[in-house]
């Protein structure tokens, strides 16, 4: 389409019609700002590790949204919209070059209300969250990043995590309530999306206009304590998992079970979980750790560690050990390992889940976060590979596949190619009237590029 090749732009001109705006030249900043985490994967590594813009714009607002959105059309220049720049996938990572348009200065909070809030998209979201939960109100879900990640950022690249749960996934419908857009067009538009519309612009990675501010739902806050409960073997961990997941009566928000050795890479709990445990990583609301030990009793757990709602604050905070943070942690101590992303079939009996378990060993460890998908409980996993070639991650992959597990492929940096698999028409139709120069995240989207 028609984009500039950005050496040849007249950015001093660019940079007066900025006016304003504040502008980041200095290389080593842009380079900077121009990464994620695509590192998790051996393959985005040898695709992206060269890509830098040629400049990072940080609006104050959404007239200089609409300004640097004006400018970047007129010029033709690529624009990639970053949050915290937490992504796995090199979702932010400009692949042409052009202006970053970094969104870490539009953070107000506009209103709160019972169960629902209306937020400018650089907002960070354990930020908001403390906000809320001062009016007894907490975002229903958050990334284990909700401490660095925005809530533009979540909504823009982000699937689930801590509260999915009891929650879903941000695809369900009723987890994202409105957004508003700006436009990349001669003269920008905002345009406010709500209802079902908001899928023309979630998770389509910043491709289909520059999200302003977002109406999110809330929920009641609980007193979640935090546990860690080992178990002597995987499969018992597993099913101790699916059935505190299916315990309607036991308020949680998140139920994490990680297989020996890989509670070995968590630092902070060396002397609490013994090596090579099975275990469980919760968050369970107060009142019910009664009921909740009668399960542990059951299963024949062990409470290792117990930290109450109120010291929430204080030391590691449980959930940095979860969903990709257990990854973090266990390439912190050994980078050459990678991840997949999978969601398992609703099974009570968990099958598959124990097939794949024996079937690879050690070579794919397992990592399942129980989560709710249109009412059922069943567990996603983000297993931590022992990365050996291309070929064999893509053995792993189809092996998965073939047998019935969906993965949501974290080794590519095309939309549709992960957890999609197909092309959303819908987006598609949306990206066209919203930017027909293709200018936003230019690369990213299979649809737009094969058009
Ligand atoms: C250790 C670790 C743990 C993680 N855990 C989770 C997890 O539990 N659940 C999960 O879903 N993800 C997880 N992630 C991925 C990521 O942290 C989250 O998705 C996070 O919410 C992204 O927020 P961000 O502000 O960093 O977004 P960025 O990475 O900056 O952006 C993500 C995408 O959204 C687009 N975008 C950003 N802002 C806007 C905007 N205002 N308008 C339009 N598009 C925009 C960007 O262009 C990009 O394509 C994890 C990543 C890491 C490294």
Same mark, same amino acid.
């Given at each position: ?30 380079? *900077? ?14 695709? !992206?590790?060269? *890509? ?75 930020? &908001? ?32 995590? $801590? ?27 905002? $345009? ?20 302003? #501010? ?38 949680? *928000?998140?139920?994490? $079970? ?23 990583? &919760? ?11 009668? !399960? ?21 905070? $449980? ?32 099958? !598959? /889940? ?14 399942? #976060? ?6 059922? /409980? &069943?567990?996603?996993? &983000? ?32 939309? #549709?190619?992960?957890?999609? *698999? ?26 737009? #590029?094969?058009?």
């Amino acid at each position: 389409m028609t984009v500039a090749p950005t050496r040849s732009l007249d950015w001093n001109q660019i940079f007066t019609e900025l006016g304003t705006v504040e502008i980041i030249r200095d290389p080593a900043q842009v380079a *900077k700002l121009s990464k994620d985490y695509y590192s998790y994967s051996p393959l985005l590594v040898a695709d !992206l590790a060269d *890509k830098v813009g040629d400049v990072v714009v940080r609006p104050a607002n959404e007239a200089e949204v609409m300004q640097v959105a004006a400018v970047c059309t007129r010029y033709k220049v690529p624009l990639t919209i970053r949050g915290a720049g937490t992504g796995n996938y090199g979702q932010c990572i400009p692949l042409r070059g052009g202006v970053i348009l970094d969104m870490s200065k539009m953070q107000a909070v506009k209103w709160a209300k019972p169960g629902v809030a209306r937020v400018e998209a650089g907002v960070r979201m354990a930020a &908001l969250d403390k906000q809320t939960r001062e009016m007894g109100w907490e975002i229903r879900m958050a990334p284990s990043t909700y401490r660095t990640a925005t809530i533009g950022g979540f909504i823009g690249g982000g699937s689930g995590g $801590i509260g999915s749960i009891t929650y879903g996934q941000l695809r369900d419908r009723g987890n994202l309530l409105a957004l508003r857009v700006v436009t990349m067009e001669e003269q920008p538009r905002v $345009i406010e999306l709500r209802g079902d519309d908001v899928y023309k612009v979630a998770h389509a990675w910043g491709t289909n206009g520059i999200i302003t #501010e977002l109406e999110i739902p809330l929920s009641p806050a609980y007193p979640w304590a935090e546990l860690i409960v080992t178990f002597p073997d995987f499969m018992t961990a597993a099913r101790f998992g699916q059935r505190l997941g299916d315990a309607d009566g036991i308020v949680k *928000k998140l139920i994490c $079970i990680c297989a020996a050795p890989i509670s070995n890479y968590f630092a902070p709990f060396k002397e609490i979980i013994p090596n090579n445990s099975h275990c469980a990583l &919760l968050m369970i609301t107060e009142p019910c750790l009664e009921p909740f030990s009668e !399960l542990v009793k059951e299963l024949g757990g062990t409470v290792r560690y117990q930290k109450s709602a109120q010291d929430a604050g204080k030391g590691v905070a $449980i959930g940095e050990f979860t969903w990709n943070h257990t990854t973090l942690h266990a390439r912190s101590i050994d980078p050459s390992l990678t991840y997949l992303q999978t969601l398992f079939p609703a099974d009570k009996e968990l099958k !598959l /889940v124990e097939h794949m378990y024996h079937h690879f060993g050690d070579e794919v460890m397992m990592h399942l #976060e129980y989560i709710r998908v249109n009412g059922v /409980v &069943l567990p996603a996993a &983000l297993q931590i590979v022992r990365y050996s070639t291309p070929e064999r991650l893509q053995e792993i992959i189809k092996y998965h596949e073939d047998n019935g597990a969906f993965i949501a492929n974290p080794h590519t940096y095309i939309i #549709e190619d992960g957890g999609r *698999k197909t092309i959303d028409p819908l987006q598609l139709e949306f990206k066209k009237m919203v930017d027909p120069h293709g200018l936003l995240n230019p690369g990213k989207m299979r649809a737009w #590029e094969e058009l």
